[in-house]
């Protein structure tokens, strides 16, 4: 499913449960010896998406630990995303792109008080437009945790949800607009991100892939 918002130059794997008997390497396994049921499943299945995705690069497995910001650390010369929620995890990698940030979430409203948090009030009068065939607000948490996972890579920090402003099309495609000075991308500075998102299967799954230059 996930594919269908990525470019032919990102690979993708993604499964809808928890497959038996998935190895972690001792490195990973260390990250979640103490961790709840909930977040090894998660952890461990992400892995196996993350590796499945690599494989079709033609890369092979290796462990991939959390660095800062529990960011995936992945081999040199690839980059990529992990994400993981309620019945769904995915991993997208590309050797070819400068940034990759994949997000999914439940189809469904975001808890109240959220979206005052996430959402800045230019992006809540525009929500206010797009009609109700859609959760929104969900869309925009999403896209934003995509932003996010795409800045990281290669701004090295923390980037709020106050600090990108993103507008939603119903075509299917998103804009972010960064409203803090961005990272210098083939000597130019970053202004911003394109991205497309997809609701199916009661899921909202949005995606960011920067090509190299």
């Given at each position: 499913?996930?594919e269908?918002?990525?470019?032919?130059?990102?690979?993708?794997?993604?499964?809808?449960?928890?497959?038996?008997?998935?190895?972690?390497f001792?490195?990973?396994?260390?990250?979640?010896?103490?961790?709840?049921?909930r977040?090894r499943?998660?952890?461990?299945?992400?892995?196996?998406?993350?590796r499945?995705?690599?494989?079709?690069?033609?890369?092979?497995?290796?462990p991939?630990?959390?660095?800062?910001?529990?960011a995936?650390?992945?081999?040199?010369?690839?980059v990529?995303?992990?994400?993981?929620c309620?019945?769904?995890?995915?991993?997208?990698?590309?050797l070819?792109?400068?940034t990759?940030?994949?997000?999914?979430?439940?189809h469904?409203?975001?808890?109240?008080?959220?979206?005052?948090?996430?959402?800045?009030?230019?992006e809540?009068?525009?929500?206010?437009?797009l009609?109700?065939?859609?959760?929104w607000?969900?869309l925009?948490?999403?896209?934003?945790?995509s932003?996010y996972?795409a800045?990281?890579?290669l701004?090295?920090?923390?980037?709020g949800?106050?600090?990108?402003?993103?507008?939603l099309?119903?075509?299917g495609?998103?804009t972010?607009?960064?409203?803090?000075?961005?990272?210098?991308?083939?000597?130019r500075?970053?202004?911003?991100?394109?991205?497309?998102?997809?609701v199916?299967d009661?899921?909202?799954?949005?995606?960011?892939?920067?090509p190299?230059?």
């Amino acid at each position: 499913m996930i594919e269908k918002i990525l470019p032919p130059w990102v690979a993708s794997a993604e499964t809808f449960g928890d497959p038996p008997g998935v190895m972690l390497f001792p490195e990973e396994e260390a990250v979640v010896a103490r961790a709840a049921d909930r977040r090894r499943r998660e952890f461990t299945t992400a892995r196996y998406c993350a590796r499945q995705a690599m494989a079709r690069l033609g890369l092979p497995p290796v462990p991939i630990l959390p660095g800062e910001h529990r960011a995936p650390g992945w081999p040199d010369g690839v980059v990529g995303s992990i994400t993981h929620c309620d019945g769904y995890r995915a991993a997208a990698v590309s050797l070819e792109a400068l940034t990759v940030g994949i997000d999914a979430e439940p189809h469904e409203p975001l808890p109240d008080g959220v979206l005052g948090v996430v959402a800045l009030p230019e992006e809540r009068e525009e929500l206010a437009r797009l009609g109700d065939q859609v959760h929104w607000e969900r869309l925009l948490f999403s896209a934003k945790e995509s932003v996010y996972k795409a800045w990281f890579p290669l701004a090295g920090r923390w980037l709020g949800f106050e600090e990108a402003h993103v507008t939603l099309a119903p075509s299917g495609t998103f804009t972010a607009r960064l409203l803090v000075p961005g990272p210098l991308v083939d000597g130019r500075e970053l202004t911003g991100f394109d991205g497309r998102w997809l609701v199916a299967d009661g899921l909202v799954i949005t995606a960011i892939a920067l090509p190299g230059v």
